[in-house]
């Protein structure tokens, strides 16, 4: 409920259905499998694990950050997901972000499977490693504090039709 907080701290908890509400999920130094759709106001894991690894395709919501953001599953973004530390994208895997939605990378970013952006918005502080990205009228924001690597991506096709080869 809104105004409600449920913390995690060291420890592994896996959550095998939904999890929504207008309140806070907080957790530090743990591992969190989450297995159903989350729709929550804040899901704060801060410097947690979190694998999104449902046997269906799962659907994100809400505030959603944590220190290292794995999927292991189709899934679909659609507000605002963060990961401080690593987003990995695993093998035969796709992370969409829909409309409006905001992806943020501050650490590494690593796409074995798919990343679709649909009219959202990506945001990369470390390297980007991988080369499946479908991006439409997505705007990508490289603002690492160090220099940047990026392995995999060919061509980047500016809003004005032109490329850039590297």
């Known amino acids: 409920e809104s105004g409600a907080t449920a913390t995690l701290s060291g420890r592994e908890l896996t959550i095998n259905k939904e999890i929504t509400g207008g309140g806070s999920f907080s957790g530090n130094n743990g591992i969190i499998n989450v297995k159903g759709d989350a729709d929550i106001s804040n899901f704060i894991s801060g410097s947690s694990i979190v694998n999104l690894n449902g046997t269906s395709p799962q659907t994100i ?29 695993g093998a035969g895997n796709t992370l969409t972000m829909n409309d409006g939605s ?45 220099q940047q ?8 096709k500016s809003h004005n039709n032109s490329s850039a080869k590297r």
């Open 61 to 89: 919501g809400g505030d959603f950050t944590a220190d290292t953001l794995n999927i292991l599953n189709d899934v679909t973004g659609t507000d605002y997901l963060e990961a401080f530390n690593l987003i990995y994208i």
């Open 102 to 146: 905001q992806l943020v990378a501050l650490g590494d970013f690593t796409v074995d499977g798919n990343i679709i952006g649909n009219n959202s918005t990506f945001n990369f502080g470390g390297d980007i490693n991988g080369s499946n990205f479908t991006l439409t009228n997505t705007s990508v924001i490289l603002n690492g504090d160090t």
């Open 149 to 156: 690597t990026i392995n995999g991506i060919e061509e980047i």
